[in-house]
């Protein structure tokens, strides 16, 4: 029965007792309470096992306490049976049922199927087998031929440029890209020592050409005007300055980019290289014994200082003669080198492989840079001397050949190389014209660009990124010729294929881009002080081998130049 205690503690001024009894709350522990907090029910039968352990779940159970209620060990011990299927075994390749449907169907011989005995197949059988494969690999994504479930997606040409003769033996010298790499060289003044050739205007109008509007390009342009890419000891002009020692390093713009762009450079290449011995003049002999003398009154800790700038001393008095060998690639544009996905050595489409590529968008980048100025003799620039390769026979083309030296002091180099533009712009009365290079981007395949015709004239540097990422050595070689030339602005024409799936067809000028060397500096994020730092670290390296000829070879395996003594 309820009952209530005899004596209530009345508290006259207000709610609560009067006084708090002493032995009544003594050792109990303070639960913690919160109006919001569940409370289970004593009993649910209509809920599912889990909704119940919700709900009788405790919500304070973060807190230990004595009025926490917990399962008892009974429920620890009880499990459900899990119905759940299994995680599926990842197989690679084809699936389990193509691969059991493709050899059923290509190891049937009389009186029903053979699955175990297939080395038992009849000629007409393996032809047939034979033939399956290649279709069963490009299902796979395994390209045009069989490669037993490989695939050539991200394969990259690997091999060297030339074979490698036995007599070379082991290199004598292995420059690592990070030598090259570890400082920056300011600008050296320069000097232009001669100026040969003709140089036609910019004709305005491909200024219009745009998707909705495009321009055809001409591909006859190659065939009138020859374009002349010789090599440094078969340069006339070269030769001479060489005879007069007016530098120590010689040669082409094109060989000097090779060099200053090797650290991003993906595929193999190769140069010959003449290191010779020059007789010191007097003048010459009389300033180092001076240097020597005022070195003798240094100190010591001066002398351990300079002592690697004392080794270089001992290679000033040498040429360096950089050339290509005949059947070198070298003044070949490559095409996506630098992508993720390069092309191929052998593709389904003979025209996308790596060579065929290369020779397309090299006459395509003539044919445009000859296309697009205008054909006024009256306004074209002709320089004092004609071009030095042009024979009576052969109609000028637009190129002005000029011949630098740059003087890099503080390494005592003296380059003279050949330099070239492809037009000019004409500037305001007084000034000297705008030189520009002219070079062309090249869209062979849709599906890696994005479908110029589509993005371009919303997403063009969406597309320009697109391209530097795949092509980024051969577009730092661009800024390297442009500066190493004085260009003033670099042209870029967006050239595509009429026919993705066959070059013949044609291909269509559908923009172009121009740019200052400062504004293309930084849309390809690489300065010129970091390609002169390369070069002048290479050079420097170069010049302590003794003299001889050697063949620097490009290692795909390694970032590595690798040198080679072959005479």
Not at 37 to 52: F, H, I, Q, V, Y
Not at 178 to 191: A, I, K, Q, Y
Not at 221 to 244: G, N, Q, Y
Request: glycine fraction near 6%; aromatic fraction near 8%.
């Amino acid at each position: 029965a309820l009952s209530f205690p005899e004596h209530l503690d009345f508290s006259p001024t207000g709610w609560g007792p009067s006084s708090e009894p002493e032995e009544l709350f003594k050792d109990i522990p303070y639960a913690p309470f919160s109006k919001g907090e569940r409370l289970g029910k004593a009993a649910d039968w209509n809920s599912s096992l889990a909704t119940r352990a919700y709900q009788n779940r405790p919500q304070n159970a973060g807190v230990s306490t004595a009025f926490n209620v917990f399962e008892d060990e009974e429920g620890d011990e009880f499990s459900l049976v899990d119905n759940r299927p299994g995680a599926q075994r990842r197989v690679f390749g084809a699936k389990p049922t193509q691969a059991k449907q493709w050899t059923k169907t290509t190891t049937r011989v009389k009186g029903g199927t053979n699955w175990q005995n297939q080395g038992k197949r009849t000629k007409a059988q393996q032809r047939t087998l034979n033939a399956a494969k290649p279709r069963y690999a490009k299902r796979r994504g395994g390209g045009g031929r069989y490669t037993g479930g490989s695939s050539n997606k991200n394969r990259r040409r690997t091999e060297l440029s030339l074979e490698l003769e036995p007599s070379w033996g082991e290199p004598c010298k292995n420059i690592e890209f990070t030598t090259l790499l570890r400082s920056t060289h300011s600008v050296p003044p320069s000097e232009v020592l001669k100026s040969c050739g003709i140089l036609e205007e910019y004709n305005a109008a491909y200024d219009q050409a745009s998707v909705r509007r495009p321009i055809a390009l001409e591909r006859n342009w190659a065939l009138e005007r020859t374009h002349h890419t010789v090599s440094t000891s078969d340069d006339s002009v070269l030769e001479e300055l060489l005879k007069k020692e007016t530098g120590n390093v010689y040669a082409t713009d094109a060989i000097l980019a090779v060099l200053m762009t090797c650290p991003v450079s993906a595929y193999s290449w190769d140069l010959l290289l003449t290191v010779k011995e020059r007789e010191v003049k007097e003048e010459e002999k009389k300033k180092d014994a001076s240097a020597e003398g005022e070195e003798e009154e240094d100190d010591e800790d001066e002398d351990e200082e300079t002592s690697e700038e004392d080794s270089d001393e001992e290679h000033l008095h040498k040429d360096l003669i950089f050339d290509k060998r005949d059947g070198s690639w070298i003044d070949f544009l490559e095409v996506n080198e630098n992508s993720n996905e390069p092309p191929l050595d052998e593709d389904e489409a003979t025209h996308n492989t790596v060579e065929a590529l290369s020779k397309e968008t090299t006459f395509m980048n003539y044919n445009f840079s000859q296309q697009i100025c205008s054909k006024n003799e009256a306004q074209a620039i002709k320089f004092p001397s004609p071009s030095p390769f042009q024979t009576q026979d052969e109609k000028a083309a637009s190129t002005a050949f000029f011949y630098k030296k740059f003087e890099v002091n503080d390494a005592k180099l003296k380059i003279v190389t050949r330099t070239e533009v492809n037009g000019y712009r004409p500037a305001k009365k007084g000034k000297i014209p705008v030189y520009m290079l002219i070079r062309a981007l090249h869209e062979f395949d849709p599906k890696i660009t994005g479908s110029w015709r589509k993005i371009i004239e919303t997403q063009k540097a969406g597309s320009f990124a697109t391209e530097l990422k795949n092509n980024n050595c051969k577009m730092t070689k661009w800024l390297a010729q442009a500066h190493l030339a004085g260009a003033k602005e670099i042209r870029l024409g967006w050239v595509s294929r009429n026919n993705f799936k066959d070059p013949r067809d044609g291909h269509s000028i559908i923009d172009q881009s121009v740019y200052t060397l400062e504004d293309y500096s930084n849309e390809i994020s690489t300065g010129v002080d970091k390609l002169w730092g390369v070069l002048v670290n290479l050079l420097k390296e170069l010049r302590k081998l003794p003299a001889g000829k050697y063949r620097i070879v490009r290692d795909p395996y390694k970032k590595a130049l690798s040198v080679y003594k072959t005479a």
